[in-house]
């Protein structure tokens, strides 16, 4: 069964640094997509980016961007010059690429992101 | 309105009430989820709905009932809950099809539950 893990719980940066969060993931599959979702006090699940694990390029947001590493199965998000609207938690989440209806997205723990003024 | 919206926003409920949560959808999507969020847990995935046929039922208690009456509205009818029912109840949905890119969800601001 597909896994997916942020091993930070919680995670605190200077306002105008750059963070990295970490997430990894177990599959045995080769096509999938790999998200990086953002809930912040509104509680309103925001998407921030997303990787299709058939491209080798990594994904870029303006401010943010991951660092894709499928052997490893490594999907970490980098937020540079931090702001306080980053403040939230942050999932990862994995989603099978497939033709069946019942495939579904699978969500990390997340990682409560707090940004110091 | 645009988007996912959810109704209401908290909920407090006594153990042998009967209450609903409603969602709404103006994306025009073909799929809606209920997702259970609750502390220092995973996104738990509860019902989804294809074109209005639900095609996922992750073991549920039955105290969770769901409706789908069209594509745009989704119910979740709650009745003799537990305390442990308590979370945050989110709503999304998305545009299901077999073509790139993946569908992304989109969520509602979900709805609080407190079960006495």
């Known amino acids: 069964a597909q896994t997916v893990t942020q091993s930070q719980p919680e995670m605190s940066v200077q306002e105008a640094e750059t963070v990295t969060l970490s997430c990894t993931y177990d599959?045995?599959?080769?096509?999938?997509?790999l998200f990086w979702y953002k809930q912040p006090p509104s509680r309103q699940m925001i998407l921030v980016i997303r990787?299709?694990?058939?491209?080798?390029q990594n994904a870029t947001e303006n401010r943010f961007s991951v660092n894709f590493q499928k052997a490893a199965k490594s999907f970490s998000l980098k937020i540079s010059d931090s702001q306080l609207g980053d403040a939230a938690m942050y999932f990862c989440?994995?989603?099978?690429?497939?033709?069946?209806?019942?495939?579904?997205?699978?969500f990390g723990k997340g990682t409560r992101l707090h940004i110091l003024p | 309105e645009t988007g996912v919206t959810q109704t209401p926003r908290h909920l407090v409920m006594g153990m042998t009430n009967k209450k609903s949560l409603k969602c709404e959808q103006h994306?025009?999507?073909?799929?809606m989820y209920w997702y259970k969020q609750s502390a220092k847990k995973p996104l738990e995935l509860m019902f989804v709905?294809?074109?209005?046929?639900?095609?996922e039922n992750n073991s549920v208690p039955s105290r969770f009932s769901p409706e789908c009456p069209n594509s745009s509205h989704l119910f979740l009818h709650l009745h003799t809950l537990q305390p442990e029912d308590s979370a945050l109840y989110l709503c999304?949905?998305?545009?299901?099809?077999?073509?790139?890119?993946?569908?992304?969800?989109?969520f509602g601001a979900g709805s609080r539950l407190t079960v006495l």
């Open positions: 990787q299709e694990a058939y491209k080798q």
């Open positions: 709905y294809n074109f209005k046929e639900q095609t």
């Open positions: 994306l025009g999507h073909n799929a």
């Open positions: 599959t045995s599959e080769s096509d999938y997509y």
């Open positions: 989440a994995y989603r099978r690429w497939g033709l069946d209806r019942d495939d579904k997205i699978i």
């Open positions: 999304a949905s998305s545009q299901d099809s077999t073509s790139r890119p993946a569908n992304v969800l989109t």
